[in-house]
């Protein structure tokens, strides 16, 4: 029988970490952006205009301690080099460290020993620009962590928001604001957000190529890129070393009627000259802002992100914004464009030795999808390994060798539980809801007086344990309480890794906090695990799985009052799950100490709290073809694998 959890830990990045930053061409207005969110994509010194959740939401005081999370990148300020070597050596004020380097600004000694120390000013965006290279195993780890975590709570901030606009409480905000707004404000008043210390050039640590994004506040909150409306984004020349501006990133969307865009190829026109919520020139363009940035990007080589804005009926504002890695400028010149007005042009190549770009793979996802032979005529076993049990088709894959091994097992879409788990079924209560649940119904009480999902059936807040509404209920089964006993709603693919053995991989853009499928195998006592685990058959114990759960939703660095959810409580768990013969997908989902998925108990069919369902969901957005991966516990110490099976 093939490994049920692949050794290798999947939070390994690719061979090549990257990501973006932007600028004054202004995109498309697909998104509306308050007047109070113009200053943050400022590149002056100025405060920020006052934010009237300051005063309703005070920043708390920062520990030492807590300062040094915004400073990390001076822990390795040693990877920091002086760039733009050759050319400031014309300065007699400057000592270049490195004359092969391109770092931006050479490094300050004094200045480094000193900013771990101060505190740092949050709300302004800092004119030093580094470029961080040669990270270890345990800074990606680290890096990889702390974007994940900061995603987790603006995510957990904004849905949070909507829940509470629906209430009408707004979480006391004067002033009405989007969800994602008020959540980066929120965040961003706090201190929490990103690379505010230093401007990166090139890779930003933690965030990978492929990585997706729902609105352009999570590019901003990251440090990706700073500005919220416009397409370039870069330093001006008064704050620069060299004193002449640079550009860091651009954003494409296909915004200006003369941009073409190829993939690994972009001939990208410089911002200016149209009118708004229009794509054609009025006026002729001028050599200064961020198109004199990106010609003096190119003059000195600087590498630039790119992050491309893609349509997407499944987001919440119809468009998702992609990381495809670094370019160069290779050419830039001025050109009539299509409407008779001047304009720059700039042609971007992709720099070699990348991951494959985001966007390409959504492309190709979409065509497995509509036509999976066609799009790979071979490598598939089974276009359907579910034999119609689940929702949706699910795939089986392998191109590398003769291995079938999924093949041999029985399918099984829900856990099956001995025949006491359903003898404690109570009275058979339910709530009575006719058309759907409230917040004050029956089954919400039981919840402890709100419900986990939202609308969209997102999960809000993890729980030590979910009651969703049964077979007592009265409530239809469109009710917003009934998510994971409705089974799989994302396409998966089961399919053969040479890094991971069998893994799981979906063909849809899965957002945050979704469900994906159930854990499910037979359900066995300690006793009969004990026989079991003597024959060498396949056991996966719920106890050990870590309360990644605790992680989703928690926003104690907003609300120092926050408590996380004691309630419903549920007991040590005491029971296996044998999936050595009948066992789904979600068996062959890979380990990881920084997963993308994490296991929530729900309980819908049975009250016995004892053996409840493993249900799992997103901790964040996972574009589709990539690895889904859990955290199944500690690894045995002698043979590598995890403790999961004897």
């Known amino acids: 029988m093939g490994s049920i959890v692949p050794f290798q830990d999947l939070n390994l990045p690719p061979q090549t970490l990257i990501c973006p930053k932007i600028e004054p061409k202004l995109e498309p207005y697909d998104e509306e952006i308050p007047s109070y969110f113009s200053n943050l994509s400022s590149n002056s010194d100025q405060n920020s205009n006052p934010d009237p959740l300051q005063q309703l939401y005070p920043a708390p005081q920062i520990s030492p301690e807590e300062n040094d999370v915004y400073s990390e990148f001076f822990r390795i300020s040693e990877l920091f080099r002086s760039a733009f070597a050759k050319k400031v050596q014309n300065y007699d004020d400057t000592d270049v460290l490195d004359p092969d380097s391109r770092s931006i600004v050479p490094r300050d000694e004094n200045r480094v020993s000193t900013a771990i120390v101060t505190k740092q000013n949050h709300n302004n965006r800092s004119s030093e620009m580094v470029r961080v290279t040669a990270l270890g195993i345990e800074d990606q780890r680290y890096f990889r962590d702390l974007v994940r975590r900061t995603r987790m709570t603006y995510e957990s901030l904004r849905i949070l928001s909507l829940m509470e606009e629906e209430k009408g409480r707004l979480l006391g905000i004067v002033k009405r604001l989007r969800g994602d707004l008020r959540a980066a404000s929120l965040m ?3 201190g929490l957000w ?53 550009a860091t990133s651009i954003i494409v969307s296909g915004g200006y009627e003369d941009d073409e865009d190829a993939g690994d190829v972009i001939i990208y026109t410089g911002h200016g000259g149209q009118l708004r919520n229009s794509s054609k020139q009025s006026v002729h363009q001028k050599l200064d802002g961020g198109n004199l940035a990106l010609e003096r990007s190119m003059f000195y080589g600087i590498e630039i992100r790119v992050i491309r804005g893609i349509k997407h009926e499944g ?53 497995v999808r509509a036509n999976p032979l066609a799009t790979r005529p071979t490598g598939y076993l089974s276009l359907d390994i579910s034999k119609g049990k689940e929702n949706l088709p699910v795939f089986l894959f392998n191109n590398l060798d003769s291995d079938q091994g999924p093949l041999f097992f029985e399918y099984l879409v829900r856990s099956i539980y001995p025949p006491f788990a359903f003898q404690q079924m109570g009275n058979g209560t339910g709530c009575d809801c006719i ?14 007086g709100e419900f986990a999902y939202d609308r969209n059936g997102v999960l809000v807040r993890g729980k030590p344990l979910i009651f969703e509404c049964g077979i007592f209920c009265g409530c239809p089964p469109t009710c917003r309480n009934r998510v ?25 853009l899965i957002p945050a906090g979704s469900f994906i499928c159930e854990y499910t195998g037979v359900v066995l006592t300690r006793q009969q ?51 050595s013969r009948m066992r789904n997908v979600a068996c062959y989902i890979s380990h990881s100490s920084s997963p993308n998925v994490l296991v929530q108990f729900v309980l819908y069919d049975h009250h016995n709290v004892l053996y409840p369902h493993l249900m799992l969901f997103a901790i964040e957005n996972i574009p589709p073809l990539r690895e889904l991966s859990l955290d199944y516990g500690v690894a045995d110490e002698w043979t590598g694998k995890l403790a999961l099976c004897n």
Not at 223 to 235: K, R, S
Not at 341 to 346: A, E, H, R, S, W
Not at 484 to 508: A, C, M, N, Y
């Open 188 to 190: 961003k008043d706090r």
């Open 194 to 246: 990103l690379n505010r210390d230093k401007r990166i050039i090139g890779a930003i640590p933690g965030v990978y190529v492929g990585d997706i994004f729902f609105f352009r506040m999570e590019l901003c909150m990251l440090g990706l890129h700073g500005q919220v409306q416009a397409g370039i984004d870069y330093v001006p020349a008064a704050r620069c070393t060299s004193g002449e501006p640079v």
């Open 315 to 367: 987001s919440p504002s119809n468009k998702i914004y992609v990381y495809d890695g670094l370019y160069r400028i290779v050419d830039s010149w001025f050109d009539i464009g299509k409407s008779g007005f001047g304009v720059y042009k700039y042609k971007l190549v992709r720099m070699e030795n990348q991951p494959e770009m985001g966007s390409a793979i959504i492309r190709f996802s979409m065509e």
């Open 435 to 448: 058309s759907g649940c409230s917040d004050d119904c029956y089954c919400a009480q039981k919840n402890g």
């Open 484 to 508: 994971s006993q409705k089974g799989v709603k994302h396409r998966l693919e089961i399919f053969r890794s040479r890094e991971t053995g069998w893994g799981v991989r979906p063909l849809d």
């Open 529 to 579: 695990a004990m026989v079991l685990s003597m024959n060498g058959d396949s056991l996966v114990y719920p106890s050990r799985f870590p309360e990644r759960w605790a992680e989703w939703g928690d926003i104690s660095q907003i609300f120092p009052d926050f408590v996380r959810p004691t309630y419903p409580s549920i007991p040590p768990l005491d029971f296996a799950i044998d999936v």
